[in-house]
């Protein structure tokens, strides 16, 4: 007796767990860095999701007429922004309203979008999908084409076990790829683990930072993940309130989420609307450029002092976050293999 | 899913069997965990044989008829008219009460109601079967929890157009339609009401007296919701705000039960 239960325990085990080979990859957090804020048990990583959601961040199949991809705005080489671009262009040409931000280390953060209007990863990607100037679609309508289509109902189907996709289900996988973009291996990183030393001029770039930035671009993620006004002066054709338009608080007018720095040599043009080229640009307006008003951080009030030397200095080490292992990581990059494979398969 | 009435012996067993597997290493200590998941599932089908079942009926309705979607003009008064063509709500965190007692909360309890789709109006509850109640509590709406909490499915998915795309959070409650007393583009109306961030919560609790019996029935008559509106000046609602509550706070107030 107790045998034939001890049988049917061990038949049982096998049948629930025999099935699901687990592929979970741990999530890199590098040394030093704060926990993500992502909480992944509720979406534990899995290297079948992370491809999944990699295919479809590279797929216009999530535009109405299958033009725009994630990617055409979110470009690797650019640290996952559109380079050149001032403002994101989308569907039929059609001109957005905002710059479009770098994606990386997106487990850290707090809200998403330049105003904060998205409060989790996962329901990032329903705005540009419904935006009719960039994907100009629904995720009803994705997931009815993503069900259509052979090769993803079986890629749905091998990641989730579901033969019913739905909404959820895509994205999930979506924040999955974006979990994974981790930028840690930047020259500062490494300076941080004693592995190599900054020059001279990065050096004390470094504690010009220190001294004037990083309350606002705080190390390690270089991002408070806070509301500040930097003192943009508000341009007329756009009249961005920014944080307001989701507390519609007054005290939020002219507020943006503080961006990350990491990367900034590939990000170019910078702030929300794209308004700067270059650093040199940047530093200019924190150093001259600052607009009073009632939302303004008291810590620019009186704008920042730095020399021309000084300025250099600050470039130099803003140059030192640039981290090139990311920008080519053959991980993040459009998954040739994967739609080839799949389209063998479904012949 | 059973009633969460834990009897002690449920809990002991759950103990009992942790402390049995302790020694493991944990790898297989989790997968042991969830055969006892797996076992008290089968434990607990046999267990709701205790229970019953008990529909709640969503009825929305215009002058005591059952509302019908489209196609149908309803008469406001004498000149004006009215056409609805959707109305969708959520029901959330269902529970019966004896008294001030609680009897009954229903776990994981998400629910759509749709009025285009009839199986979406009724709702099976399985309650303890000794369970005396006369009174039931839902929230209209989604609480601010859940609107945090990511990508969630079925009634929850943002499939079911529910959920706002521009900015994160759930629509509450959505009822569109048209009526000649809207001076707007082809006459529509349209309430998305929800909002989860403070000072803007559009979540509404519902309290309602109910007959101990094997059926609810509660009714929503759009009648006398849009009795107090004026379509002519509030007949676009569509982002969390101080509009979006005060209409939450008219919609909730026309939940009816079939007792007095």
Same mark, same amino acid.
């Given at each position: ?167 959820? @289900?895509?994205?999930? &996988? !979506?924040?999955?790829?974006?979990? /994974? =973009? ?8 490494? $300076? ?56 519609? @608080?007054?005290?939020? &007018? !002219?507020?943006?989420?503080?961006? /990350? =720095? ?8 910078? $702030? ?60 993040? &990059? ?14 | ?260």
């Amino acid at each position: 007796m107790k045998k034939k239960t001890s049988i049917i325990a061990f038949i049982l085990l096998v049948i629930t767990f025999g099935f699901r080979v687990n592929h979970t990859p741990e999530f890199p957090t590098p040394k030093g860095w704060p926990l993500p804020q992502y909480d992944f048990r509720k979406n534990p990583l899995d290297s079948k999701k992370i491809e999944l959601g990699r295919m479809l961040f590279y797929d216009p199949i999530l535009s109405r007429d299958s033009s725009i991809s994630c990617t055409s705005c979110h470009s690797q080489y650019s640290a996952f922004t559109h380079v050149d671009h001032a403002l994101s262009h989308g569907i039929d040409g059609k001109i957005g309203t905002r710059n479009s931000p770098a994606l990386m280390n997106l487990a850290w953060g707090k809200s998403f979008m330049w105003d904060g209007a998205i409060n989790h990863l996962d329901m990032q990607a329903l705005a540009p999908i419904s935006n009719t100037l960039e994907m100009d679609d629904n995720i009803k309508n994705v997931v009815f084409k993503l069900q259509r289509s052979a090769i993803y109902s079986t890629l749905f189907y091998t990641a989730f076990g579901v033969k019913k996709i739905q909404g959820a @289900h895509v994205l999930k &996988s !979506l924040s999955q790829f974006m979990l /994974t =973009l981790v930028s840690s291996n930047s020259k500062y990183d490494k $300076m941080k683990q004693g592995a190599i030393k900054f020059t001279e001029a990065e050096h004390r770039g470094y504690l010009l930072f220190q001294n004037h930035c990083s309350s606002c671009h705080k190390e390690p993620l270089f991002s408070n993940y806070q509301f500040e006004n930097n003192g943009l002066h508000l341009d007329d054709s756009l009249l961005d309130i920014g944080r307001m338009r989701v507390t519609q @608080h007054a005290v939020d &007018s !002219l507020k943006f989420k503080v961006p /990350t =720095l990491r990367n900034i040599e590939f990000t170019s043009p910078y $702030m929300h609307d794209g308004r700067f080229q270059t650093l040199n640009q940047v530093l200019n307006h924190y150093i001259k450029g600052i607009m009073p008003s009632s939302t303004l951080s008291g810590i620019l009030k009186n704008g920042i002092n730095l020399s021309p030397n000084e300025k250099a200095d600050v470039v130099a080490f803003l140059l030192t976050l640039s981290d090139k292992e990311f920008v080519f990581n053959p991980q993040f &990059s459009y998954p040739k293999s994967s739609f080839q494979k799949n389209l063998k398969q479904a012949d | 899913m059973p009633a969460n009435t834990t009897s002690p012996s449920y809990f002991d067993n759950f103990q009992l069997n942790l402390c049995a597997i302790n020694g493991l290493n944990l790898r297989f200590r989790f997968k042991a965990a969830n055969l006892i998941i797996f076992c008290l599932a089968f434990w607990s089908t046999s267990y709701s044989q205790q229970n019953k079942k008990i529909e709640l009926q969503f009825n929305p309705t215009f002058k005591r008829q059952s509302l019908a979607l489209d196609s149908i003009y309803y008469h406001l008064n004498q000149t004006d008219s009215v056409q609805f063509t959707v109305l969708k709500f959520y029901i959330s965190n269902i529970s019966l009460f004896a008294d001030s007692q609680l009897v009954f909360r229903e776990e994981n309890s998400f629910h759509l109601i749709d009025a285009s789709l009839k199986g979406s109006l009724m709702l099976p509850l399985s309650v303890p079967q000794s369970a005396f109640f006369n009174t039931i509590k839902f929230n209209l709406g989604i609480d601010s929890t859940t609107n945090v909490s990511g990508a969630l499915e079925n009634d929850l998915d943002p499939t079911k157009g529910m959920y706002w795309t521009w900015q994160s959070g759930y629509i509450n409650f959505k009822l569109e339609g048209n009526s000649n007393q809207c001076k707007t583009r082809k006459n529509e109306f349209k309430f998305h009401l929800g909002g989860y961030l403070a000072p803007f919560e559009a979540l509404r609790k519902i309290t309602l007296p109910v007959q101990h019996n094997d059926s609810i029935s509660i009714d929503f008559p759009l009648d006398l919701f849009l009795s107090k509106l004026d379509l002519s000046v509030e007949n676009e609602v569509m982002i969390p705000g101080y509009k979006a509550m005060l209409i939450a706070t008219k919609a909730a107030a026309e939940f009816k039960s079939d007792t007095p």
